[in-house]
């Protein structure tokens, strides 16, 4: 079955461009996370949503970075005036349910090289 | 907040022995602790998990040992094989997040 796909694998833009990443979760999954992963480093966690709404957004490092779910299935991640500092792995998960912590369904990933 | 340190970052072991990652948390309120593997090139996959009712867990060659007293978990893989190396990661809940500790590199030698 098809996991949790995400678009592009690869970008580089230049530093103040601005970028969007999508992530489409696996069908059903009501609950999807966005984390960042540099190299060497755990996950950190951005935004996560239930459905359509951002349920908890703790995680934006600032306010260049914002996420949608219009529909509570795809998300996009959108990040303004990209930074060299933005450079990193970007990771979307997704699960059943958040209620009960449990298994995250993560994509391979969106590496985003800021230049 | 949740703090989740893990040790090592790096941990060479030869095929057919056992490794050994261990993990601590600083939140007395983390009540799910799962393990991630993570190959290059992909992301994290669960692997097991434990919740804070029970001490210890396994599946197969893999076993959690959960201690909430001294607030350490470990990963334990017995029977190493090749296809065991990559990053490993524990993490631990809190405010319905997950913390993530920074990883262990965990290298299988023939």
């Known amino acids: 079955g098809a996991g949790v796909s995400q678009t592009p694998s690869n970008k580089v833009t230049e530093k103040g461009k601005y970028v969007e990443l999508r992530c489409d979760p696996i069908?059903?999954?009501?609950?999807l996370y966005w984390y960042r992963q540099s190299l060497g480093q755990g996950p950190e966690f951005l935004i996560y949503f239930q459905g359509t709404g951002a349920a908890d957004d703790s995680g934006l490092p600032n306010d260049r970075f914002f996420a949608v779910r219009p529909e509570g299935s795809v998300s996009t991640l959108k990040i303004q005036r990209t930074e060299r500092g933005d450079s990193a792995v970007y990771l979307c998960?997704?699960?059943?349910?958040?209620?009960?912590?449990?298994?995250?369904?993560f994509g391979e990933g969106s590496r985003l090289t800021v230049l | 907040g949740e703090n989740v340190e893990q040790h090592p970052s790096t941990l060479s072991v030869q095929e057919g022995d056992s490794a050994v990652i261990k993990c601590t948390y600083s939140?007395?309120?983390?009540?799910?602790f799962p393990w991630y593997k993570q190959e290059l090139g992909k992301g994290p996959q669960l692997i097991i998990d434990?919740?804070?009712n029970v001490g210890e867990k396994k599946d197969q060659r893999i076993a959690v040992t959960l201690n909430k007293t001294a607030k350490h978990f470990s990963l334990h893989i017995t029977e190493t094989q090749p296809e065991d190396s990559a990053v490993y990661f524990c993490?631990?809940?809190?405010?319905?997040?997950?913390?993530w500790g920074a990883g262990t590199k965990l290298i299988i030698k023939p």
């Open positions: 998960a997704s699960s059943p349910d958040r209620e009960n912590t449990g298994e995250l369904f």
């Open positions: 939140d007395s309120a983390s009540n799910y």
């Open positions: 434990i919740r804070s």
């Open positions: 069908s059903g999954h009501t609950a």
């Open positions: 993490a631990g809940d809190s405010n319905y997040q997950l913390i």
